[in-house]
């Protein structure tokens, strides 16, 4: 009896054990199952989110085309016209869309670098005169530029004695509460704008040299001076300024081209063509210059002799009139909005046209289904929200014939960032704080470096492929007419992340 029992209950014990190794081995097949399908869900997520950056790419090169195609009318003054949208691929039920993400105070997508204050060329004096911004902080951006500028606003974060909290909530002693809104003094600054040298083809006969670089009179006379004179007016024009340069008259900067047109009392419709051809620069760049047809008060009251009442009716002014009357800096006299002594004292620091657009272009993929026309359209459900969405910053740069992508970012991350900030706000009972980078500007998160070196994820594996890329729009690398027409020229001054191919 004893012994059957022992028997028993070693079996049932050997049975129970075989059980038990049974629904481990269960368990641990089911731990590899699912081991394996988050592994291929992340492997998934992966590839998803490459295929959505390389189409957010390509949108951003989409973006570079167009606006290369529109750059003549670029280099009158004229606004941008983006598509908005573009396909990059469809496979069957699944689609690769980019799109223009607007800036907040944009509606068409693209935003103007012109209508900053740079950085890199702006005086401590016109930084100091934004709003929030105080002499010692203005004093300590100017000190600690590098030697190439800065390459982005970012870099302020590291500038010796810049106060960060100043930059980004606009608080100072010299303040008043309420003065600055939330973002600071961030929004209105950049350091990419730069106008090209060359015509914009205003005035007389002004369409044949559209485009052509502008004649530089800081120069002594020689027989190239004389053929670029004639070529564009005459030779009467030409034997006048020769016989004023030998007179003793220099012409060190445009404010001497428009001090001598109103000490000849020229009439206006003259100064058009004149400050359109000529400059005092031997350079095929301008760094630094405000667009006056575009940017904001807070902007255009930084120039040199601006007031506040001066900067509001400019503003106000150019609401009123056409394209072809904005495309010369003389509608600021024509209109009355300033006399010859102020203008001439801020014509070497303004333009009337942008040729640096900031945008955002968001990537990923769309699930489609075919309508009646058989075109694939968005899934009903999706609300056309993309899948492994991507979103890359970009600067393009059309000041050269051969257009470069100055700045590149992937943002994807600043709107959960600003979601996760109000959410915050929200339990502490705050209003919520701007996000960062909420205005079409510089780089509001301080200590972000070009194309996300602090921390971010690289926009492609191999970094000298994308620079490669920089410029796929124009196989010729012959050096375009425009920039060569500058023999002096002191070299592209122009920073960004990746410059011109020559």
């Known amino acids: 009896m004893g012994r059957r029992y022992m028997k028993a209950n070693r079996h049932g014990t050997i049975l129970l054990a075989v059980m038990l190794i049974v629904v481990l081995g ?3 097949a089911s731990t590899v199952v699912l081991t394996a399908r988050a592994g291929r869900g992340a492997v998934s997520h992966g590839l ?3 295929q959505s950056r390389a189409v957010a790419w390509s949108g951003v090169q989409a973006v570079m085309a167009e606006l290369l195609a529109q750059r003549e ?20 039920s699944r689609s690769g869309v980019a ?63 810049v106060s960060i909290s100043l930059l980004v909530s606009g608080e100072s002693e ?36 559209a485009g052509r670089a502008r004649i530089n009179l800081n120069q002594s006379w020689s027989d190239d001076l004389r053929r670029a004179l004639v070529d564009r007016f005459d030779a009467e024009t030409a034997d006048g300024v020769k016989r004023l340069m030998e007179s003793g008259v220099r012409f060190q900067s445009e404010a001497d081209v428009v001090r001598l047109l109103a000490f000849f009392q020229v009439p206006l419709d003259r100064w058009v063509t004149i400050l359109d051809a000529f400059c005092a620069s031997p350079n095929s760049y301008q760094p630094g210059r405000v667009d006056i047809n575009r940017a ?22 150019r609401e009123t009139l056409d394209d072809a009357r904005k495309a010369s800096i003389v509608w600021l006299l024509e209109t009355g909005v300033m006399d010859v002594e102020r203008f001439a004292g801020i014509v070497d620091h303004v333009c009337t046209r942008t040729l640096q657009w900031r945008v955002r272009v968001e990537g990923g993929i769309l699930n489609t289904v075919e309508d009646e026309f058989g075109a694939g359209v968005a899934e009903p459900e999706s609300g056309g929200l993309l899948r492994d969405r991507i979103v890359l910053e970009a600067v393009i740069d059309l000041a050269a014939p051969r257009p470069r992508v100055a700045y590149l970012r992937d943002v994807s991350l600043l709107e959960a960032a600003a979601a996760l900030a109000e959410a915050e706000a929200v339990e502490r009972d705050e209003p919520p704080e701007e996000a960062p980078d909420s205005e079409p500007s510089g780089e509001a998160v301080i200590g972000d470096d070009v194309g996300g070196s602090s921390g971010e994820a690289p926009l492609v594996d191999d970094e ?4 490669n890329a920089a410029e796929p729009l124009n196989e010729d690398n012959d050096e375009p007419a425009e920039e060569a027409s500058h023999p002096a020229d002191a070299g592209d001054t122009r920073v960004g992340r990746w410059r011109v191919i020559k």
């Not at 303040?175 to 600054?189: F, I, K, R, T, Y």
């Not at 000298?464 to 620079?467: D, G, H, K, L």
């Open 26 to 28: 269960v368990m641990s």
């Open 464 to 467: 000298s492929a994308m620079e």
């Open 174 to 209: 010299e303040s008043n509460a309420g003065d600055v809104e939330a973002a600071g003094v961030v929004p209105w600054l950049g350091c990419f704008s730069a106008d090209a040298n060359v015509q914009a083809g205003l005035g007389e006969n002004g369409a044949l040299h």
């Open 73 to 92: 009318q670029l280099l009158r003054g004229e606004e941008p016209s983006l598509s908005g949208q573009w396909v990059i691929f469809e496979d069957g």
């Open 99 to 161: 799109r223009l993400v607007p800036f907040a105070s944009e509606t068409d997508g693209a935003a103007s670098e012109a209508a900053l204050v740079n950085i890199n060329t702006a005086t401590a004096d016109m930084l100091a005169r934004l709003d929030g911004m105080d002499g010692e902080t203005a004093e300590a951006i100017v000190r600690s530029r590098p030697s190439g500028g800065y390459a982005s606003t970012g870099e302020l974060g590291a500038a010796a004695g």
């Open 296 to 317: 904001p008060v807070e902007v255009l009251k930084t120039l040199p002799g601006m007031d506040d009442v001066t900067a509001a009716n400019i503003v106000a002014r």
């Open 48 to 50: 998803g989110r490459t």
